[in-house]
């Protein structure tokens, strides 16, 4: 699976930007897709994950009611919508996906993603 993420970019406080990532190689699907995000000096952290059939979701706390994620089937691409961004969303954001999900299970944990895209560069400005 090749995963490609694009629409990062410098924003300023309170603005808007939707993040794709498009997806090949595999049956999108039948993959989990996650975004996980990681700044400066610290650790990538997860951020948002949708299942399947994009019914089931779920959000770090510190982006809930901000971010949303989709996805559209077919066209193999997976979104991130996020809103009211503040200066400590800046990170490189990636996303992911979990090829051997059992029924389609969404999780938040890092290592259970198979693949993973290049990242695209996020900076929130106050």
């Known amino acids: 699976v090749q995963l490609q993420a694009s629409g990062g970019g410098l924003v300023q406080a309170g603005g808007s930007l939707r993040l794709s990532c498009a997806a090949s190689?595999?049956?999108?699907?039948?993959?989990?897709m996650g975004w996980f995000r990681q700044a400066p000096g610290k650790e990538r952290e997860f951020v948002a994950t949708?299942?399947?059939?994009?019914?089931?979701?779920d959000y770090a706390d510190s982006v809930k009611g901000r971010f949303t994620t989709s996805r559209d089937n077919a066209k193999n691409t997976v979104y991130l919508q996020m809103n009211k961004l503040k200066p400590e969303d800046t990170a490189v954001y990636y996303c992911?996906?979990?090829?051997?999900?059992?029924?389609?299970?969404?999780?938040?944990?890092?290592?259970?993603?198979?693949?993973w895209g290049q990242g695209t560069q996020v900076t929130v400005s106050s």
């Open positions: 949708i299942s399947w059939a994009g019914t089931r979701k």
């Open positions: 992911a996906a979990d090829a051997n999900s059992v029924s389609g299970a969404i999780t938040t944990r890092a290592n259970a993603y198979d693949y």
């Open positions: 190689g595999r049956t999108f699907s039948g993959l989990v």
